[in-house]
């Protein structure tokens, strides 16, 4: 069965860097596009970002575009972000999600249980 297992979170100071892992196992991961979102107390979930299926293509949400870097290993069947200058708007629950496509299509068919990641001083 898939199964998408995220780490790297924690608390962090305004400014600070933490780097999330989705560690995936059940499915083909090379030939899936892989997505973070994530969810902050009392609002919606919002996508962040996205990558396609071979790593070649990356793309942000206008809130964090030029701050977070995705990537991924296929060898390791693993994806991260990379969160720098980070602020207290980062507060939120960060998930995984596999996209339903190799290109990001932004709809997802399977997510993990996420990451809590805390922005304060």
């Known amino acids: 069965q898939v199964q998408l297992v995220e780490s790297g979170g924690g608390l962090a100071q305004p400014g600070g860097s933490l780097r999330l892992s989705c560690a995936a196992s059940?499915?083909?991961?090379?030939?899936?596009?892989m997505n973070w979102a994530r969810q902050a107390p009392g609002k919606g979930l919002e996508w962040v970002s996205g990558?396609?299926?071979?790593?070649?293509?990356?793309y942000y949400a206008y809130s964090v575009e030029g701050r977070f870097t995705i990537s991924r290993d296929n060898a390791k069947n693993t994806v991260y972000l990379e969160m720098n200058s980070l602020k207290p708007d980062d507060t939120a629950l960060y998930y995984c999600?596999?996209?339903?496509?190799?290109?990001?299509?932004?709809?997802?068919?399977?997510w993990g249980q996420g990451t809590q990641v805390t922005v304060s001083s």
């Open positions: 059940g499915f083909t991961f090379s030939s899936y596009a």
């Open positions: 990558i396609t299926s071979d790593g070649s293509n990356t």
């Open positions: 999600a596999k996209d339903v496509e190799a290109y990001v299509s932004r709809s997802y068919d399977y």
